[in-house]
Nanobody, 124 residues
Framework: QLQLVESGGGLVQPGGSLRLSCAASGLTFSSYVMGWFRQAPGKEREIVAAISRGGGSTYYADSLKGRFAISRDNAKNTVYLQMNSLNPEDTAVYYC?????????????????WGQGTQVTVSS
């Protein structure tokens, strides 16, 4: 049974940092493209970042380039999202997602498996 479990969310002050983790089980992790998405109240789910199976290729939403970094450790079946210089507009539920494919995917409907999400709140 494939399972994705996010962790690392919480309350952080503006300008702060958080590192999210997504632990995967029940799959051959290295065969899956992984993505991070976020959904703020009243808004659609949007791509944050995606990473190829081996980690050599990444994609970032234009507005987040330079502040967020996605990485993965295939030995630990885990994908990470390092978030820096956080601001209140980054407040959302953050989800990791997986798809057994070669090419990077950037649309939510292209992913087959989802975690339950972790809340990130940026507030003073």
């Amino acid at each position: 049974q494939l399972q994705l479990v996010e962790s690392g969310g919480g309350l952080v002050q503006p300008g702060g940092s958080l590192r999210l983790s997504c632990a995967a089980s029940g799959l051959t992790f290295s065969s899956y493209v992984m993505g991070w998405f976020r959904q703020a109240p009243g808004k659609e789910r949007e791509i944050v970042a995606a990473i190829s199976r081996g980690g050599g290729s990444t994609y970032y939403a234009d507005s987040l380039k330079g502040r967020f970094a996605i990485s993965r450790d295939n030995a630990k079946n885990t994908v990470y999202l390092q978030m820096n210089s956080l601001n209140p507009e980054d407040t959302a539920v953050y989800y990791c997602a997986a798809r057994n494919t070669i090419a990077l995917r950037t649309l939510a409907h292209e992913y087959d498996y989802w975690g339950q999400g972790t809340q990130v709140t940026v507030s003073s």
